[in-house]
């Protein structure tokens, strides 16, 4: 089960403070609970000051080796690829595709 943050605004991706949950065969007991990200990050895709929607959206990634579940969800909601940084490691989340990039970059 997920507890997804959420928003009203198209313009907001909201990156951060999602929580996976596993629950036992009864349903009556968490069993775990996985912290998806280190902190509640809402993006715009948008700004006054920079109308144009961008190419794509870069995060880091600290509570895990890599991408996870709600990067491809994100980047499959609001059609835009986005980069997850973790350590030396770059990954392209591009809908339901991931890419390890990194070795595009030396």
Do not use: K
Not at 5 to 25: E, L
């Amino acid at each position: 089960m997920w507890l997804l943050t959420t928003t009203t605004d198209a313009n907001i991706v909201p990156m951060g403070g999602h929580y996976r949950f596993r629950i036992s065969a009864d349903g009556l007991t968490m069993v775990r609970r996985d912290q998806l990200s280190n902190g509640c990050l809402s993006m715009a895709l948008t700004s006054p000051d920079r109308p144009q929607r961008p190419e794509a959206l870069v995060v880091t990634q600290i509570v895990s080796s890599g991408p996870v579940e709600t990067h491809v969800f994100l980047s499959l909601q609001n059609r835009i690829p986005i980069y997850v940084i973790h350590g030396d490691t770059t990954y392209r989340v591009d809908g339901d595709c991931i890419r390890d990039i990194s070795c595009e970059f030396h």
